[in-house]
Structure formats: structure tokens, C-alpha cells
């Protein structure tokens, strides 16, 4: 029960409860959580008191609401580190996570001008367009647009990129030495087609990050631009003084 004679609101008091289940495995991310009317019988307060306590946690992306259909404890968010060069899938594995793309489409265009200016193209300016969902596990995380210089990977676009890493074939089969990125993230809201494909309300909360990649020549090779889902990530880097 919550404590009703100290001067710490049962609102306060029920996050707390709720929250120290679901870290104790007790409640399982994606599970449903019981009702308003459930919570205000078990715990003898108030239903406004049981919507604030959810309202905070949803806030706090403990717990995530689905229209129709209710209230369901979060996956928990996946810490990047900022200061390491990875591929997706190699973040993946060492998450204990399956990495598969689902693929949108494979193209051969001509480079928009910042994609020409970020890849440094010349007369040349056909680029191979790769546009991929990122899955952890089944579930969609990231939406990525890759454009490549045509040129230098001439036989890409007969690859099955469906299960393969992008940056092992290129180090693998093109022996490219991927060498650093030069990275640009922005908060912004998904937008109706990279929404349904992430499988998120539209307008969510996302990370926008624009990626152009360089080999050991300093020549860069790959310009991404990417929707990361703002529930499931979050940005870590380790600062000195
Ligand atoms: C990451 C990179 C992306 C790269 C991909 C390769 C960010 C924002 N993006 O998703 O630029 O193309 O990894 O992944 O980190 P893959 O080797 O698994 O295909």
C-alpha cells in the first residue's frame, strides 16, 4: 500500500512503486499495464492520482501509450556512444541484438548539390542510393538513407544488402579502410513516411543525424542521412576536464 501520513504525494509514491517494478523485471518491457481503474482499486487513491503517476512515466519514457488500445512499459533506450566510428549492425551485436535491414529501395541517381559537396564529387555525380529500415531484433529503430559515389562501387547494387553489413562489405569486398565520419545530429519529429515504416506516431520525437564517412585517403565515401527513434535512443559520451 502507499503511505497516505507522510508528506510525500501518492502520486510521487506510485511512480515509484511502478517504476521499481519494471526495473526489476517485475513488469517486462512491451507488457501492458493495468488499467487507471485497476491501479486506483489496488493501491485506494484517486483515478486523477493513478493518470498523474502514468502521465509522469510516460513523460519519462518509462511507459508508452498507444491510442485504442493502452498503456505498455517501454523497451528500454539503447545508449550510443558518441565517439566511436560503428555500423549499425556492429552496434547491434554487441547489444546482444540481431541487426537486419529491410530495404526500401536501391537506385542509381544524380547526386542533389549537398550530397555532391559532402562526397566531394566531380564531373561524376551518380551516386548509388540505398534506402534501408535498421532492425534490432525484429524491431525497426532507424530509417537511413546512404548515398555512395557510383563510381567506386560500381557492383553494389547487385549485393543482397538484406542481411549483410554495409561497412563489412566495403572492408571486406572493396578492401575500403573506413577511417572516420564527420557526424551532425539534430532533434526533430518523424514525418508520415518514415513514421509508418518506424512504426511510430506521426510527429514523434526523433534524432536526425547526417553522416559522411571517410577512408584512410581522408576521401569520403558514403553521405547517410538517418531518422533514429527518439524512444529507443539515447546519446552518451565521456567528458574530460
Ligand atoms: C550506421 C551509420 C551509417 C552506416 C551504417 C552501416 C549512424 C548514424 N549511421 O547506421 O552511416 O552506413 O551504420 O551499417 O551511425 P551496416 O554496416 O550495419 O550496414
Given at each position: 500500500?502507499?503511505?497516505?501520513?507522510?508528506?510525500?504525494?501518492?502520486?510521487?509514491?506510485?511512480?515509484?512503486?511502478?517504476?521499481?517494478?519494471?526495473?526489476?523485471?517485475?513488469?517486462?518491457?512491451?507488457?501492458?499495464?493495468?488499467?487507471?481503474?485497476?491501479l486506483s482499486d489496488r493501491?485506494?487513491?484517486?483515478?486523477?492520482?493513478?493518470?498523474?503517476?502514468?502521465?509522469?512515466?510516460?513523460?519519462?519514457?518509462?511507459?508508452?501509450?498507444?491510442?485504442?488500445?493502452?498503456?505498455?512499459?517501454?523497451?528500454?533506450?539503447?545508449?550510443?556512444?558518441?565517439?566511436?566510428?560503428?555500423?549499425?549492425?556492429e552496434d547491434m551485436r554487441?547489444?546482444?541484438?540481431?541487426?537486419?535491414?529491410?530495404?526500401?529501395?536501391?537506385?542509381?541517381?544524380?547526386?542533389?548539390?549537398n550530397v555532391a559537396t559532402?562526397?566531394?564529387?566531380?564531373?561524376?555525380?551518380?551516386?548509388?542510393?540505398?534506402?534501408?529500415?535498421?532492425?534490432?531484433?525484429?524491431?525497426?529503430?532507424?530509417?537511413?538513407?546512404?548515398?555512395?559515389?557510383?563510381?567506386?562501387?560500381?557492383?553494389?547494387?547487385?549485393?543482397?544488402?538484406?542481411?549483410?553489413?554495409?561497412?563489412?562489405?566495403?572492408?571486406?569486398?572493396?578492401?575500403?579502410?573506413?577511417?572516420?565520419?564527420?557526424?551532425?545530429?539534430?532533434?526533430?519529429?518523424?514525418?508520415?513516411?518514415?513514421?509508418?515504416?518506424?512504426?511510430?506516431?506521426?510527429?514523434?520525437?526523433?534524432?536526425?543525424?547526417?553522416?559522411?564517412?571517410?577512408?584512410?585517403?581522408?576521401?569520403?565515401?558514403?553521405?547517410?542521412?538517418?531518422?533514429?527513434?527518439?524512444?529507443?535512443?539515447?546519446?552518451?559520451?565521456?567528458?574530460?576536464?
Amino acid at each position: 500500500m502507499l503511505n497516505k501520513n507522510i508528506p510525500i504525494p501518492l502520486y510521487y509514491q506510485l511512480k515509484e512503486r511502478l517504476t521499481q517494478t519494471i526495473c526489476e523485471g517485475e513488469l517486462e518491457p512491451g507488457a501492458l499495464m493495468p488499467s487507471e481503474r485497476e491501479l486506483s482499486d489496488r493501491y485506494e487513491i484517486s483515478r486523477m492520482t493513478v493518470r498523474q503517476a502514468l502521465g509522469e512515466m510516460v513523460k519519462e519514457g518509462l511507459l508508452v501509450r498507444e491510442q485504442g488500445k493502452g498503456t505498455f512499459v517501454a523497451e528500454p533506450k539503447i545508449a550510443q556512444p558518441l565517439l566511436r566510428l560503428t555500423s549499425f549492425s556492429e552496434d547491434m551485436r554487441s547489444r546482444g541484438m540481431k541487426p537486419e535491414s529491410r530495404i526500401l529501395a536501391i537506385y542509381v541517381e544524380e547526386a542533389a548539390p549537398n550530397v555532391a559537396t559532402a562526397l566531394n564529387l566531380g564531373d561524376n555525380r551518380s551516386v548509388l542510393v540505398l534506402e534501408r529500415i535498421r532492425l534490432a531484433d525484429s524491431k525497426p529503430m532507424a530509417y537511413e538513407v546512404s548515398h555512395l559515389p557510383l563510381a567506386r562501387f560500381p557492383d553494389l547494387e547487385q549485393e543482397d544488402l538484406h542481411s549483410v553489413s554495409l561497412y563489412t562489405l566495403l572492408e571486406e569486398k572493396h578492401g575500403l579502410q573506413i577511417k572516420f565520419a564527420r557526424q551532425v545530429i539534430e532533434v526533430g519529429l518523424s514525418d508520415r513516411s518514415n513514421s509508418e515504416e518506424l512504426g511510430i506516431a506521426l510527429k514523434s520525437p526523433v534524432l536526425l543525424i547526417e553522416r559522411v564517412t571517410f577512408d584512410a585517403d581522408e576521401r569520403p565515401f558514403e553521405f547517410v542521412s538517418s531518422v533514429y527513434r527518439g524512444d529507443r535512443y539515447k546519446l552518451q559520451v565521456e567528458l574530460h576536464r
